[in-house]
């Protein structure tokens, strides 16, 4: 029988006052930071978008309530407010999409911060430093399985 050798990388990666990392710990580390400030920003676009929504419908709606006759511009707001919701819709659902990777990639990073990512041999503190430079620095928590 054969034995696979996978290579270990004892190389440490230092930025920034952050604890030391592996280079493929800083990379998973990294793209998990991409995904999350991107679907941050499409949170902040899904609300913009869902105010505009319910603004114009509740418009829309009130000129159909209060203005009867006007149907050039009942028509118009609704064929507005059809729009306005397709488009809330689609940012939602890339809203979902990304919630779903950053979720994945938040699984992963506890995964390996669980199985530990340093070479002690003795008792360490890497992972808390780890977890505690995160939360101070970027507000997110690694303590549990919540976003």
Request: overall charge positive; glycine content about 6%; aromatic content about 18%.
């Amino acid at each position: 029988m054969g034995v696979i050798i996978q290579p270990f990388y004892v190389q440490k990666v230092k930025h920034d006052g952050a604890p030391a990392i592996s280079p493929r710990m800083e990379r998973l580390f990294t793209e998990f930071l991409v995904r999350y400030r991107e679907w941050q920003f499409y949170q902040k676009r899904e609300f913009a978008w869902l105010l505009t929504t319910l603004i114009l419908g509740s418009t829309s709606l009130g000129t159909w309530m209060y203005l009867p006759y006007a149907w050039k511009l009942n028509f118009t707001l609704f064929l507005f407010f059809i729009g306005v919701l397709r488009r809330y819709l689609n940012v939602r659902q890339r809203v979902n999409h990304l919630y779903i990777n950053v979720h994945i990639l938040h699984h992963h990073l506890l995964g390996k911060l669980d199985v530990g990512f340093c070479i002690h041999q003795g008792d360490c503190h890497c992972v808390m430093q780890f977890k505690k430079y995160v939360w101070e620095h970027y507000r997110i928590s690694l303590y549990g399985d919540g976003l």
